[in-house]
């Protein structure tokens, strides 16, 4: 898997190719959630648009609702959208967002086919 980062004023884009794995997501949120800036942003939308396949677990979806649960609860309400056309990303990304709101996440979540209605929404 490769990515980018694009930082926005008041959020960030994040591009995914290629096959993404669990531990490739952990690394990607890792290098984000270090960044001084990721306390400050109100959304986050991850495209995975180019992406060939997502590979995780449900076990690892618990992991990473986990420990983004613990960044959620130190930072301001975000908005989170994925883009993706791939229904196994997406019904990957509904269980994780399920996990965080049933924890009370100050997040809210949304998935989208294009990257204009990901925007949109994200900027609200």
Known sequence: MTHEIIWHQHGTYRRFF????????????????????????????????EADALEITEREIRDRAAYDLGFSRSTCEQRVALISRDPDTIAAFEFYAELMRSKDSSWTFGTFHDAASALAWAKG
């Open 18 to 49: 290629g096959t993404v794995t669990a531990k490739e997501l952990q690394a990607v949120d890792e290098a984000f959630y270090s960044d001084p800036r990721a306390l400050r942003i109100r959304y986050q939308i991850l495209d995975a648009s």
